[in-house]
């Protein structure tokens, strides 16, 4: 690892800049002007500093350094993998299954995920709710006294200052029938710095449970500055739980999900979902099979606590739902119900 920025650089987001940085080679491939064009860059000093630039295949790195391979899109690839328009009542919202709404504040990013679902979505230029949007949004949200649960999303909505961020709290925390506010971010991790303790304190109220869903995907991206953040938040009485990305080559193997699961855990982070890529435009290099995701499944089931386990689910493409993916434990045979053990052997049931 090699600290060469301080904490107080801005962002590097364009190839230029990581070249400088040492992330990319000097003698650019050509190619990767049109990702640049297509896909918006970005990565915090924060990160940069984590990525161990003598390991071409570090899986920091991977997850934030553009490829040319991303100009090669398959034709099952969709820009709206899991139909967000499709399910969308009014601008920012997202309304697919009944007790829960999605909503979504602003459209930039920390860091830019070279394998993001929403990566035709996302980035600096893309649609900011204006506040006349955010009102008919919590309008909407109060009309509906079936939404339990609001999950702000974006982007990445702890890039929004602290005011605004408390502002969101207290609108949604006024609603009577909203009982839960989720923040899905990665701000904790990649620049923690960001998240002060006046922060913290406007993401609570009397009235709402707040949960944090934490995404990372490698426990090599949780410096000393992010872990005692994540402390800090859960000090303060805010339910964490991760998001993660099932990826080629960065964290497809045993020892890296046990790593991963267990840095969770160990900060009092619930394991939460574990999400097979979705067919997002440029991907295809971070996908695996289905079924090696499944054997590593098993093989955490067998090896870590059932508190560390994650779920691996994947967003059925038109988002119907989100399936779970791990095989199942139970089968009906001709004499009955049978289990399954850790080992792969059945087991009559005479319940
Ligand atoms: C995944 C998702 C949610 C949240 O689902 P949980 O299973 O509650 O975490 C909510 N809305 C939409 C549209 C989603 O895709
Ligand atoms: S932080 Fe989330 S929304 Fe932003 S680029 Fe990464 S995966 Fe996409």
Redesign the pocket.
Known sequence: MSGTFPASSTNLTTLAQLQDAGLLAQDLDPTLTQVAQRYAIGLTPHMANLIDRSNAADPIGAQFIPSPKELHTLEVEILDPIDDAGFSPLPGLVHRYSDRVLLKVVSV?P???RF?F??EM?GPGGPNLTRADLAAAIAYIAAHPEIFEVILT???PFMLSPRRVGELTQALAAIEHVKIVRWHT?VPIVDPDRVTPAFIETLKAPEIATWVAI?ANHAQEFSKEAQSCVRSLADAGIALVSQSVLLKGINDNLEALQDLMRMFFGLGIKPYYLHHPDLAPGTSHFRLPIKKGQALMRALRKTMSGLAQPTYVLDIPGGAFKAPLETPHVREASTGLQLLDGKGVWHDYKG
């Open positions: 990013c860091v830019y995920c993001c929403r990566r996302v974006g982007g990445d990665r995404h």
